[in-house]
């Protein structure tokens, strides 16, 4: 699920009909079902994520290393080697820099944002039944019925 579309289910499900409050209440295991499943979904592609950086990690660390074989290069789709001698304290920063690796850290990045958001969802939705409690108050003290 990409951002802009939680972003945009969020703001219909944050809305607050204060003309049935009671129904409002209702709705809140739900909202938390469908939120808390949302927030595992995305979990689980960080996972995902962090699975790969490291398979990918280990084989660019025996890339730099030289100690793979042609066919190992070929069958990862990896350049041959060069005639540069990478130095084994700087193969870390090789790798670190690696495009695969940029590209999966910036998905990274995106993916626990979301899963900052979705868990900034939950809280509010946690918090929910007090400000529903709090304007059926604010109703009775306009109605006079403090």
Not at 3 to 20: F, H, Q, V
Not at 111 to 137: T, V, W
């Amino acid at each position: 699920m990409k951002i802009d579309d939680i972003e945009k289910e969020w703001a219909k499900d944050a809305e607050i009909k204060d003309t049935d409050l009671g129904g409002e209440a209702l709705k809140i295991p739900r909202l938390h079902s469908k939120w808390y499943g949302i927030l595992l979904n995305e979990q689980r592609i960080m996972h995902g994520f962090i699975v790969k950086k490291d398979e990918l990690s280990l084989l660019l660390e025996s890339y730099f290393a030289k100690t793979l074989t042609l066919e190992e290069l070929k069958e990862n789709n990896l350049p041959a080697y060069s005639d540069k001698k990478v130095l084994r304290p700087d193969i870390p920063k090789h790798v670190a820099t690696y495009p695969d690796i940029v590209q999966l850290n910036l998905k990274m990045a995106l993916q626990s944002d979301k899963i900052a958001f979705l868990k900034d969802i939950i809280k509010c939705l946690a918090s929910r039944s007090f400000i529903i409690k709090d304007a059926i108050e604010w109703k009775k003290f306009e109605a006079g019925s403090y």
